[in-house]
T-cell receptor, first 116, second 112 residues
Framework: DTAVSQTPKYLVTQMGNDKSIKCEQN?????MYWYKQDSKKFLKIMFS???????INETVPNRFSPKSPDKAHLNLHINSLELGDSAVYFC???????????????FGPGTRLTVL | KQEVTQIPAALSVPEGENLVLNCSFT??????LQWFRQDPGKGLTSLLL?????REQTSGRLNASLDKSSGRSTLYIAASQPGDSATYLC???????????FGTGTRLQVFP
């Protein structure tokens, strides 16, 4: 069984388009994340949601809007795509610790977004 | 601002060697440190997690140590195999948050 799944795996689109990436976890975790891995392979957090509430927003442009319909899903919608948005986007999930800290995060397989 | 650095950036070794990957972080106020493995075109797989109160963790041929006060962690891989070839990432979780700060990664190649 896949623990954290993302769709689509590859996404190729034109500049200016709007696209969404979906993420689902079946681990029963209460916290989900979106990360961006750039062309230099550097991985950086974008958002975290705990029980459908936004916890972290790392100065990501407001063209990026995460949506969490329930604890098991965290989708990422991107408006007006730009060339610089090309990257691999990873979803992850974990359980929220007592002090708001996280234990092991489980990552999805990634979505490779290419903006032409 | 927490910065995480990994040395070396790339490593190529013959099968069977024992090797050490290094990770350093600038702010010792961490909750835990995790080591991940990333295969080309794939997601991250968690290898080991060390809580800030721990000194080391072991899983099979892997051993990770943590020296929080000096801001260092090492991942020791014993008897390396070609299947160990991947990029290894360390990440620290800051105290009071669930934010993971990732290192720059070490790309390991183990050849037969």
């Amino acid at each position: 069984d896949t623990a954290v799944s993302q769709t689509p795996k590859y996404l190729v689109t034109q500049m200016g388009n709007d696209k969404s990436i979906k993420c689902e976890q079946n681990l029963g975790h209460d916290t989900m994340y979106w990360y961006k891995q750039d062309s230099k392979k550097f991985l950086k957090i974008m958002f975290s949601y705990n029980n459908k509430e936004l916890i972290i927003n790392e100065t990501v442009p407001n063209r990026f809007s995460p949506k969490s319909p329930d604890k098991a899903h965290l989708n990422l919608h991107i408006n007006s795509l730009e060339l610089g948005d090309s990257a691999v986007y990873f979803c992850a999930s974990a359980n929220w610790g007592l002090a708001g800290e996280t234990d092991t995060q489980y990552f999805g397989p990634g979505t490779r977004l290419t903006v032409l | 601002k927490q910065e995480v650095t990994q040395i070396p950036a790339a490593l190529s070794v013959p099968e069977g060697e024992n090797l050490v990957l290094n990770c350093s972080f600038t702010d010792s106020a961490i909750y835990n440190l995790q080591w991940f493995r990333q295969d080309p075109g794939k997601g991250l797989t968690s290898l080991l997690l060390i809580q800030s109160s721990q000194r080391e963790q072991t899983s099979g041929r892997l051993n990770a140590s943590l020296d929080k006060s000096s801001g260092r962690s090492t991942l020791y891989i014993a008897a390396s195999q070609p299947g160990d070839s991947a990029t290894y990432l360390c990440a620290v979780s800051l105290e009071g948050t669930d934010k993971l700060i990732f290192g720059t990664g070490t790309r390991l190649q183990v050849f037969p």
